[in-house]
Nanobody, 124 residues
């Protein structure tokens, strides 16, 4: 079992930056791939970024490439999402998730554990 807790969300103006963190419990964190997803009001949850268990592979949603960076620190049981050049359309609740396969995948159904989410609001 893995418990995930996100933090770092908030209100920011367009063009600004935020860094989301996800703290994980459990001694097997380093075996899991980690992903960030988001869900805007009235929309389905969508993939944002993912990182493999080792950190050597990453994958991003097209609309965030070049603006967002996912990283992890296995020694600290943590994964991060650095978000730069934020746009109003990035407004959503952001969730981190853990995938026991260890490999980068983009489907919500591939992930085994989820956090509660953190709100990101980007004003224009």
């Amino acid at each position: 079992q893995v418990q995930l807790v996100e933090s770092g969300g908030g209100l920011v103006q367009a063009g600004g930056s935020l860094r989301l963190s996800c703290a994980a419990s459990g001694r097997t964190f380093s075996r899991y791939a980690m992903g960030w997803f988001r869900q805007a009001p009235g929309k389905e949850r969508e993939f944002v970024a993912a990182i493999s268990w080792s950190g050597s592979n990453t994958y991003y949603k097209d609309s965030v490439k070049g603006r967002f960076t996912i990283s992890r620190d296995n020694a600290k049981n943590a994964v991060y999402l650095q978000m730069n050049s934020l746009k109003p359309e990035d407004t959503a609740v952001y969730y981190c998730a853990a995938d026991m396969s260890g490999w980068v995948r983009i489907s919500t159904t591939s992930y085994d554990f989820w956090g509660q989410g953190t709100q990101v609001t980007v004003s224009s």
